[in-house]
C-alpha cells in the first residue's frame, strides 16, 4: 500500500495533485485544514492536507478485487452535498482516535495477554517487537470478530497487513495500515447522481420492514428541496395499505407527483408521465427472501420493464438493516443477486452497536455501499457512507 500526504490551497487542489501523482485509483483517507504557527498565522491563510492511499499490488487471497475508483468518484465522495458528515481530524496522526491506548488497555486486563508480556518481557530483545507486534494484531483481529467482521474477511485483512510487518514495525503503524486497509475495502459511495437530459428512475428494493418508504421519503425530500430537481415517486407496494398512504402523505407535503401501479404497463405509463422529470423514485413492495414467486414480481418489474434509453436510465438500490443477522443478509443477497448491478443501502444503524455486516456484505458481493440512515427523522437521519467512521466503529474506536 501506497501512503502520502498531499497539500493545497484549496481541499480540491490538494486532491487534483493526488490525483495527478498516484492515479484515479487513490482513495482519499483524511483532510485536515493546516493553520500557521506564530506571527506568520496574520499573514497566511489556512492550508489543506489530505492523505491519499493507492493499494500497491491485488490480493493473492481470492477474495473480490477492491473497486477502482476514478477521479469523478473521488471528488464526489468528498464534495459532492449528498455526503453528510462532520469535519474529521487526520485519524492517523492522532493515532486513529486513541486507539492504540485502548488496545493497551485491554492488553493489561486479559489474562491470557498479561502470559504473553510477560513472556516478551523475558524474551531476547530481538524476539521482543515481534512478540508485541504480534499480540498487538491478535488484538485487532479479535476486536474486529467482537464488531462481528466475518472471520473469513478478519483473516484477509489481517493476512495482507502481516506480510508487510517487519521486525521494526511499530504497533502504530500496524493499527494505521488496518485503519487503512478497511478504509479501501469500503470504498467510495455511490450516490445518486442526476443524468444529464435523462430522466434516472431509481428502484428500491428489498426486504419487508427495512424503511424503504421512509428512506425514499428522506432522499426525495433532500433532491427536490436541496437541489431543487423535478421529483416523481412511484410505488408498487400495494400489498399494505399504510405504505402507500405514507407515501402519499410525504408526497403531498413535497409538492410531488406520486402514482400508484399494480402491473408492468401501468408502471411503463407512469413513465411516460413523469418523463422529464430529474428523478423518478419507485417505492416496491418488500419481499421475503424465502418467498421465490413474491421475488420474481420484482426481478420482472425491473427488468422487464419498457424504458426509452434515450430518455431514461435505471439504477437499483437493494434496501438493507444493519441489524439483520448475517446469516440472514446472506441469503437475501443470495435473492436479489437476479437483479444486476445494484447498490446496497444500509438502514438503522441506530438499532446495534455492530457494523461488521456492513464490511461483510460489501465484501460478499462486490456491490457499491451507497447511504446508511439511523433513525425516522425525514430528511436528516440520512447520509452516504462514511468510511472512516465505519473502520472506527470496527477497530472498536470512537462511533
Same mark, same amino acid.
Given at each position: 500500500?501506497?501512503?502520502?500526504?498531499?497539500?493545497?490551497?484549496?481541499?480540491?487542489?490538494?486532491?487534483?495533485?493526488?490525483?495527478?501523482?498516484?492515479?484515479? &485509483?487513490?482513495?482519499?483517507?483524511?483532510?485536515?485544514?493546516?493553520?500557521?504557527? &506564530?506571527?506568520?498565522?496574520?499573514?497566511?491563510?489556512?492550508?489543506?492536507?489530505?492523505?491519499?492511499?493507492?493499494?500497491?499490488?491485488?490480493?493473492?487471497?481470492?477474495?473480490?478485487?477492491?473497486?477502482?475508483?476514478?477521479?469523478?468518484?473521488?471528488?464526489?465522495?468528498?464534495?459532492?452535498?449528498?455526503?453528510?458528515?462532520?469535519?474529521?481530524?487526520?485519524?492517523?496522526?492522532?493515532?486513529?482516535?486513541?486507539?492504540?491506548?485502548?488496545?493497551?488497555?485491554?492488553?493489561?486486563?486479559?489474562?491470557?495477554?498479561?502470559?504473553?508480556?510477560?513472556?516478551?518481557?523475558?524474551?531476547?530483545?530481538?524476539?521482543?517487537?515481534?512478540?508485541?507486534?504480534?499480540?498487538?494484531?491478535?488484538?485487532?483481529?479479535?476486536?474486529?470478530?467482537?464488531?462481528?467482521?466475518?472471520?473469513?474477511?478478519?483473516?484477509?485483512?489481517? &493476512?495482507?497487513?502481516?506480510?508487510?510487518?517487519?521486525?521494526?514495525?511499530?504497533?502504530?503503524?500496524?493499527?494505521?495500515?488496518?485503519?487503512?486497509?478497511?478504509?479501501?475495502?469500503?470504498?467510495?459511495?455511490?450516490?445518486?447522481?442526476?443524468?444529464?437530459?435523462?430522466?434516472?428512475?431509481?428502484?428500491?428494493?428489498?426486504?419487508?420492514?427495512?424503511?424503504?418508504?421512509?428512506?425514499?421519503?428522506?432522499?426525495?425530500?433532500?433532491?427536490?428541496?436541496?437541489?431543487?430537481?423535478?421529483?416523481?415517486?412511484?410505488?408498487?407496494?400495494?400489498?399494505?395499505?399504510?405504505?402507500?398512504?405514507?407515501?402519499?402523505?410525504?408526497?403531498?407535503?413535497?409538492?410531488?407527483?406520486?402514482?400508484?401501479?399494480?402491473?408492468?404497463?401501468?408502471?411503463?405509463?407512469?413513465?411516460?408521465?413523469?418523463?422529464?422529470?430529474?428523478?423518478?423514485?419507485?417505492?416496491?413492495?418488500?419481499?421475503?427472501?424465502?418467498?421465490?414467486?413474491?421475488?420474481?414480481?420484482?426481478?420482472?418489474?425491473?427488468?422487464?420493464?419498457?424504458?426509452?434509453?434515450?430518455?431514461?436510465?435505471?439504477?437499483?438500490?437493494?434496501?438493507?438493516?444493519?441489524?439483520?443477522?448475517?446469516?440472514?443478509?446472506?441469503?437475501?443477497?443470495?435473492?436479489?443477486?437476479?437483479?444486476?448491478?445494484?447498490?446496497?443501502?444500509?438502514?438503522?444503524?441506530?438499532?446495534?452497536?455492530?457494523?461488521?455486516?456492513?464490511?461483510?456484505?460489501?465484501?460478499?458481493?462486490?456491490?457499491?455501499?451507497?447511504?446508511?440512515?439511523?433513525?425516522?427523522?425525514?430528511?436528516?437521519?440520512?447520509?452516504?457512507?462514511?468510511?472512516?467512521?465505519?473502520?472506527?466503529?470496527?477497530?472498536?474506536?470512537?462511533?
Amino acid at each position: 500500500m501506497i501512503i502520502k500526504r498531499f497539500q493545497g490551497a484549496t481541499e480540491q487542489e490538494a486532491i487534483l495533485k493526488a490525483k495527478e501523482e498516484m492515479g484515479g &485509483g487513490a482513495v482519499v483517507l483524511s483532510t485536515k485544514v493546516i493553520k500557521h504557527k &506564530g506571527l506568520s498565522r496574520l499573514f497566511k491563510k489556512d492550508y489543506f492536507e489530505i492523505t491519499a492511499a493507492l493499494e500497491d499490488k491485488v490480493s493473492a487471497t481470492g477474495q473480490i478485487p477492491y473497486a477502482k475508483v476514478n477521479e469523478t468518484a473521488a471528488a464526489q465522495a468528498i464534495h459532492n452535498p449528498n455526503i453528510i458528515s462532520e469535519p474529521e481530524t487526520s485519524a492517523i496522526e492522532e493515532k486513529l482516535n486513541n486507539l492504540q491506548a485502548m488496545f493497551a488497555s485491554q492488553m493489561l486486563d486479559n489474562n491470557k495477554i498479561k502470559e504473553d508480556v510477560n513472556e516478551i518481557m523475558e524474551s531476547e530483545e530481538p524476539k521482543k517487537e515481534k512478540n508485541i507486534n504480534f499480540s498487538f494484531i491478535r488484538l485487532v483481529y479479535s476486536q474486529l470478530l467482537d464488531n462481528e467482521v466475518d472471520e473469513k474477511y478478519a483473516n484477509q485483512i489481517i &493476512g495482507e497487513i502481516e506480510t508487510s510487518i517487519k521486525k521494526e514495525t511499530n504497533v502504530d503503524s500496524i493499527l494505521s495500515s488496518i485503519y487503512q486497509k478497511i478504509i479501501l475495502k469500503i470504498g467510495q459511495p455511490k450516490v445518486i447522481e442526476p443524468e444529464e437530459k435523462k430522466t434516472k428512475i431509481v428502484f428500491f428494493v428489498g426486504p419487508t420492514g427495512v424503511g424503504k418508504t421512509t428512506t425514499i421519503a428522506k432522499l426525495a425530500s433532500f433532491f427536490k428541496l436541496e437541489k431543487k430537481l423535478k421529483v416523481a415517486m412511484i410505488t408498487s407496494d400495494t400489498y399494505r395499505i399504510a405504505a402507500v398512504e405514507q407515501l402519499r402523505t410525504y408526497a403531498n407535503i413535497l409538492d410531488v407527483p406520486l402514482q400508484v401501479i399494480y402491473t408492468i404497463e401501468e408502471f411503463n405509463n407512469a413513465v411516460k408521465n413523469f418523463e422529464g422529470y430529474d428523478l423518478i423514485f419507485v417505492d416496491t413492495a418488500g419481499r421475503s427472501h424465502k418467498n421465490d414467486e413474491q421475488c420474481k414480481e420484482v426481478f420482472h418489474l425491473i427488468n422487464d420493464c419498457t424504458i426509452d434509453e434515450e430518455k431514461c436510465v435505471k439504477e437499483t438500490y437493494l434496501v438493507l438493516s444493519a441489524a439483520t443477522k448475517y446469516r440472514d443478509l446472506i441469503k437475501i443477497t443470495d435473492t436479489f443477486e437476479t437483479i444486476k448491478d445494484y447498490s446496497i443501502l444500509f438502514t438503522k444503524l441506530d438499532e446495534t452497536s455492530c457494523l461488521g455486516n456492513i464490511l461483510n456484505i460489501r465484501l460478499k458481493t462486490g456491490a457499491a455501499l451507497s447511504y446508511v440512515t439511523s433513525g425516522q427523522v425525514v430528511p436528516d437521519d440520512i447520509s452516504s457512507i462514511d468510511a472512516q467512521k465505519i473502520a472506527r466503529n470496527l477497530l472498536g474506536g470512537s462511533q
